[in-house]
């Protein structure tokens, strides 16, 4: 069984461009949320999406966006790209709408020059 | 607001020398506890989910355990392929499935 995809694995952008990073859960998997890892922040909450719905938002500013699509794959935008906006993007699935399962991609580092 | 802090931050080991790291937590209405192990540049490895005060769970070396403020992960006899960043995490009952982290524990097992 294929666990979580992401893409690209890695990226470096200029500030000011836009960026679109993708995720294809476990086969099966409703729920995929995002998660931005930091070595001053850890990981934090972006947002969570099941059945191409928003259902939970974390504290980042509105230049961080995300989508579902009915195949349950998902994307997420950054735009105006900052340098702060330098992390590991990671990707979580979890196979119901509740889950206490959660398991992750490997990550897309993001490097903002 | 959840919150979860883990220590110590690192901890360095020689092989065979057992400890715990330390998870505390507040949630508002626990769903479930989670331990991660993640290796550098890599996605967070899925360990354990521990659901109630008393509950125990294990994993080669590594045994889990729950309180109602603190989760401890107990490792036996570590090796160096032990070494790696284990985060704990929670999950609330009004945060759909969404994960608020510690800062993880860095563990440098030395042969």
């Known amino acids: 069984k294929a666990g979580v995809t992401q893409t690209p694995r890695y990226l470096i952008k200029t500030r000011g461009q836009q960026v679109t990073l993708s995720c294809s859960p476990i086969?099966?998997?409703?729920?995929v949320s995002w998660y931005q890892q930091t070595p001053g922040q850890g990981l934090q909450f972006l947002f969570e999406?099941?059945?191409?719905?928003?259902?939970n938002k974390g504290n980042f500013p509105g230049r961080f966006s995300g989508r579902q699509f009915s195949n349950s794959r998902s994307e997420m935008n950054v735009s105006t790209l900052e340098l702060g906006d330098s992390a590991l993007y990671l990707c979580?699935?979890?196979?119901?709408?509740?889950?206490?399962?959660?398991?992750f991609g490997q990550g897309t580092r993001l490097t903002v020059v | 607001e959840d919150q979860v802090t883990q220590s110590p931050e690192a901890l360095r080991l020689q092989e065979g020398e057992s400890s715990s790291l330390n998870c505390s937590y507040t949630?508002?209405?626990?769903?479930?506890l989670f331990w991660y192990r993640q290796d550098p540049g890599k996605g967070p490895e899925f360990l354990f989910t521990?659901?109630?005060a008393g509950e125990e769970k294990e994993k080669e070396r590594l045994k889990a355990t729950l309180t109602k403020k603190e989760s401890f992960l107990h490792i036996t006899a570590p090796k160096p392929e032990d070494s790696a960043t284990y985060l704990c995490?929670?999950?609330?009952?009004?945060?759909?499935?969404?994960?608020?982290f510690g800062g993880g524990t860095r563990l440098m097992v030395k042969p």
């Open positions: 979580a699935s979890s196979p119901q709408g509740i889950s206490t399962e959660a398991f």
């Open positions: 086969s099966g998997h409703r729920s």
């Open positions: 999406y099941f059945s191409e719905t928003q259902r």
């Open positions: 949630v508002s209405g626990l769903r479930g």
């Open positions: 521990l659901y109630s």
């Open positions: 995490a929670v999950q609330g009952n009004n945060a759909g499935n969404m994960l608020t």
